[in-house]
């Protein structure tokens, strides 16, 4: 079988992991950090931020690619993916030490878990034959 639609969405978020990894890098050489986040609450901050998307980009990358390989149609796998996109996008700017509530960890959380239960709902429907 050949996917389509989740490695599209894949890529992208793995750049975006890329990117946050090398935000992690650059302060941690800063710092001359090797392990740990040294009591810094900004090298904390972006080890969290990566975390993060690592944590929620493979759940949901694997959710999609087993609701792809289950023949879901191509709408709800680019709605996940779409999701994703935007969830791991907004997420490290709105993940703040000062502020909890900040609006885009609300988008950020709230996409990602519309990702992950729509590709949940592809995976029921295959799986029920609905």
Known sequence: MVFSITPIYALTVAVIWLI???????????????????????????????GNCADWAAFVLILMILAEGMGAPALYLHISGGLLVIGRTAHPFGLKVENAGHPLRYVGNGTNILAALNAMVCLGVNILGI
């Open 20 to 50: 946050l990894w090398f935000r992690v890098t650059a302060l941690r050489s800063a710092m001359g950090q090797s392990i740990g986040d040294g009591s810094d609450p900004q090298l904390l901050l972006r080890i969290r931020q990566h």
